[in-house]
């Protein structure tokens, strides 16, 4: 077989297809980076909404156990000291691609209620490395306020699964649980905190 005729057959249009979805599961599974990205332009397209209902909730488990949480300055939250407040926990990572991805979403939600007294978001570090988190909110331009968890996570919070996010309503019953990359920056999650924050 001639050179040419080898050239064009390794160039053909199936080898290059090929060739590129190689390299995108390559990059999909070493750089969690091209992940989180990938991850995040599947979201603006509508994918990977959280799944809130319009119509009234039910609410799921009340909050009975004791939880602290601890910031890099020593300041701690106590878990039954928030009945009354609408909150917002995220447990993530900062290796963890898809909570990489869902972090912008979850700044914006962040943005729009931080002045709420009404409302408290915690950004749990699972690994509990707290300069490691603060150093990557900062290099991102996020104000999101990171926690360290002290002592036994409730499992119907938190199994393990990053990224998971909770919300508790004001009288502490779990009313929304996700596990996996989500869009809260979405108008419907808007909506469902909005009428958590009226209750």
């Known amino acids: 077989m001639s050179t040419q005729k080898r050239n064009k057959k390794l160039f053909s249009l199936s080898n290059i297809i090929t060739a ?54 020593g300041e701690t939250l106590n ?6 407040k609408v909150v917002f926990i995220n447990f993530w990572a900062t290796w963890c691609p898809p909570c990489i991805a869902e972090m912008p979403s979850v700044n914006q939600l962040f943005k729009k209620y931080q002045s709420n007294p009404d409302i408290v978001f915690l950004l749990v570090d699972a690994d509990n490395k707290l300069s ?16 360290a968890s002290q002592g036994q996570m409730p499992h119907e ?40 924050l009226k209750e």
């Open 20 to 73: 590129l979805l190689a390299l995108f599961a390559a990059g999909m599974l070493f750089f969690p980076n091209f992940k989180a990205t990938v991850l995040q332009g599947l979201m603006k397209v509508g994918l990977f909404q959280p799944g809130v209902h319009s119509t009234a909730h039910t609410p799921a488990t009340e909050l009975s156990w004791d939880v602290t949480f601890t910031n890099s300055k």
């Open 79 to 84: 878990s039954k000291a928030l009945k009354g």
């Open 132 to 147: 490691k988190s603060e150093k990557f909110m900062a290099d991102r331009g996020f104000g999101l306020p990171v926690y």
């Open 157 to 196: 919070w938190f199994e393990g699964t990053l990224p998971t996010t909770v919300v508790l309503d004001k009288k502490g019953n779990i009313v929304f649980r996700e596990t996996g990359v989500a869009n809260y920056a979405s108008t419907n999650f808007m909506n469902f905190i909005d009428r958590l």
